[in-house]
Nanobody
Framework: QVQLVESGGGLVQAGGSLRLSCVAS?????????AGWFRQAAGKDREFVAL????????RYRGSVKDRFTISRNNAKNTVYLQMNSLKPEDTAVYYC??????????????WGQGTQVTVSS
């Protein structure tokens, strides 16, 4: 069973930065090919933010974050990071780490963390 634990959320002013971390335990090449970040704002659906493959480090981003967020991974630590720069109030949401297949739909991911709150004040 893959378990994911996120950290690094918090309150930041617009234009600031945060780095989220996600530690995966119990994973292997047979359980998941990619790790991703999704977010869910209050009253809205969960949406794709970014993903990275464990092998090859192939990345994919949501258009609105592509020039501001960077996803990376440390395979030795089974950890995925999301560096978020130039944050905007509309980035406010609970951010979830996920592990699964290469795709941008929630159904592509079988394992989910508990989420970490990111709040950007204007």
């Amino acid at each position: 069973q893959v378990q994911l634990v996120e950290s690094g959320g918090g309150l930041v002013q617009a234009g600031g930065s945060l780095r989220l971390s996600c530690v995966a335990s119990g994973r292997s090449s047979s359980t998941d090919a990619a790790a991703g970040w999704f977010r869910q704002a209050a009253g809205k659906d969960r949406e794709f933010v970014a993903l990275i493959t464990w092998t090859g480090g192939i990345t994919r981003y949501r258009g609105s974050v592509k020039d501001r967020f960077t996803i990376s991974r440390n395979n030795a630590k089974n950890t995925v990071y999301l560096q978020m720069n130039s944050l905007k109030p509309e980035d406010t949401a609970v951010y979830y780490c996920a592990a699964g297949r290469y795709g941008s739909a929630t159904s592509d991911f079988d394992y989910w963390g508990q989420g970490t709150q990111v709040t950007v004040s204007s």
